[in-house]
């Protein structure tokens, strides 16, 4: 069982760069057919000082974010999660090449279904190499127990 204890608890910041192939492949892969995701020129063009990232693009960084062990401090099963809800709210565009960081706490941990269900609500700030607020997103892990 996920002890409601870590309710609070930081996890370790973690940095990544907006690789511009990465951008296209994700754009790509999602169905995006927006010349911005895809063209340097057309994303100029509209204004953007280069490829902006492509909606849930934070999502895939956030998921490369390294092991520091704090699943396992927390008792999450990774053979018996499920990825429960993702939802992010935008503060400003984030571009290729920039630099961004993310902060997650847990925000919540509860169960349903008399412990069957347990579930683990992650908070991440994410700000870029100004320190400029660009999103928060928030992610609830789910864990069946049993």
């Known amino acids: 069982m996920i002890d409601k204890q870590h309710i609070g608890k930081t ?3 973690y940095r990544a760069v907006a690789e511009a192939g990465q ?16 063209d340097e020129a057309a994303a100029r063009d509209a204004g953007h000082p280069s490829l902006p990232l ?7 960084l956030e998921f490369q974010q390294p092991d520091t ?4 401090e927390l008792g999450i099963e990774l053979a018996r ?3 429960g809800e993702q939802s992010f709210t935008y503060h400003r565009l984030a571009y290729a090449g920039d630099v961004l960081c993310f902060e997650s706490r847990i925000a919540d941990i509860y169960d349903k279904k008399g412990g069957a269900l347990q ?4 908070e991440t ?3 870029n190499q100004r320190g ?7 992610g609830v892990l789910v864990q069946r127990n049993g």
Do not use: C, M
């Open 125 to 127: 700030r994410v700000t």
């Open 23 to 38: 951008l296209r492949f994700f754009a790509k892969a999602t169905g995006e057919t927006n010349p911005v995701y895809f």
């Open 54 to 60: 492509p909606p849930t693009f934070l999502f895939s």
């Open 69 to 72: 062990g704090w699943r396992q």
């Open 11 to 13: 996890i370790p910041a």
């Open 132 to 138: 400029e607020h660009v999103a928060d997103l928030r």
């Open 81 to 83: 999660i499920l990825h």
């Open 119 to 122: 579930f683990v609500v992650r």
